[in-house]
């Protein structure tokens, strides 16, 4: 069953319009912050791999450093083809804790 799990600290999020990279468990994990939002994605780009933690945001998508893919962070689609989808996580933050449900 799927479960929260604790990522990291708040004080760790990525900056406003930055996306940051975590790992967690086997898997690693995107946080977008859009805005003040924070959304958690899987982080690896199904194009060919990239990090997408590494990844820039532009106009609340999070860019895939390697060929430029970008992906909305909260429904995990990507802008080009809806059909093409990460994974994405629930995300909360509780007494500074940012915990994510995989
Ligand atoms: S690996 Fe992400 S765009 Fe190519």
């Given at each position: 069953m799927p479960e929260f799990v604790k990522l990291?600290?708040?004080?760790e999020l990525p900056a406003v319009n930055e996306a940051k990279e975590f790992p967690c468990g086997d898997k690693t994990i995107c946080i977008a912050n859009v805005n003040g939002n924070y959304s958690a994605m899987?982080?690896?780009?199904?194009?060919?791999?990239?990090?997408?933690?590494q990844g820039m945001i532009e106009g609340g998508k999070v860019v895939c450093p390697w060929h430029g893919w970008q992906w909305?962070?909260?429904?995990?689609?990507?802008a080009h083809n809806p059909n093409a989808r990460v994974a994405v996580y629930p995300l909360k933050i509780e007494n500074g804790e940012v915990l994510v449900e995989v």
């Open positions: 990291t600290t708040q004080s899987d982080n690896v780009c199904l194009h060919r791999g990239g990090p997408l933690g909305n962070p909260a429904t995990g689609e990507a």
